[in-house]
């Protein structure tokens, strides 16, 4: 079965620094990737996806993710950050069977909290 | 723009009572998911549906039904409500073609 992996339950990063959200996955076949963010009290935001291709994928709100399939990571990285990411943070694999339904698996999420 | 809607932000019930929670899409996508939310343990999906009338249990379906009579709307049923439901329960969308999905702002259910 599928599985996502996100070790940090909870990072804190001052405004400004830079920051990177591990994702690992156990997937058999090529996988389709995804980020998405979710403010308190809100629903979930996409903010970038992997299907294939270049490896370096840009999002937005200046986000951008590495594929690497050596090591089954998919990590979220922003060079600078602002007070204004602070959310949590869940990264998910489609588990769906190649066909139409494309389920997702995600992760337990990452709770990034920004110091001023 | 695509936009998931849920028919409430907040709700309070009894526990035995039965609760719908309402979800509508208007991007005409075949694919339709209904996920609970609980601290530490991620989203869970309880289940999801891939056409009208067209339905498959996910991972927690116990205690829960769903509904698609029309393609932008799918209902999830709790017949007989527990606490331990009590939970934020967030709908999704998709297209037939694309994995993508597209969330509504969730629905915190509490029931005492």
């Known amino acids: 079965a599928q599985s996502v992996t996100q070790p940090d339950i909870h990072i804190t990063v001052s405004e400004g620094a830079s920051l990177e959200l591990r994702c690992n996955y156990s997937y058999g076949a090529t996988p389709y990737l995804f980020w998405y963010v979710q403010s308190p009290g809100q629903g979930l935001q996409l903010l970038l996806k992997y299907f294939s291709g270049d490896t370096l994928v840009q999002g937005i709100k200046g986000f951008e993710a590495e594929f690497k399939r050596s090591q089954s990571s998919f990590n979220l990285r922003k060079p600078s950050v602002h007070w204004s990411d602070a959310a949590e943070y869940f990264c998910a694999v489609d588990s769906g069977s190649g066909g139409s339904n494309y389920k997702l698996t995600f992760g337990k999420g990452t709770l990034l909290t920004v110091n001023p | 723009d695509v936009k998931v809607t849920q028919s409430s932000r907040y709700l309070v019930k009894r526990t035995g009572e039965k609760v719908f929670l309402e979800c509508v899409q208007d991007m005409d996508h075949e694919n339709m998911f209904w996920y609970r939310q609980d601290p530490g343990l991620g989203l869970r999906l309880i289940y999801f549906?891939?056409?009208?009338?067209?339905?498959e249990k996910g991972d927690i379906p116990e205690g829960y039904s769903v509904s698609r009579e029309k393609k932008e709307r799918f209902s999830l049923i709790l017949e007989s409500a527990s606490t331990n439901q009590t939970s934020m329960y967030l709908c999704a969308s998709s297209s037939l073609g694309m994995g993508t999905q597209y969330f509504g702002p969730g629905t915190r259910l509490l029931v005492l």
């Open positions: 549906s891939y056409d009208v009338k067209m339905k």
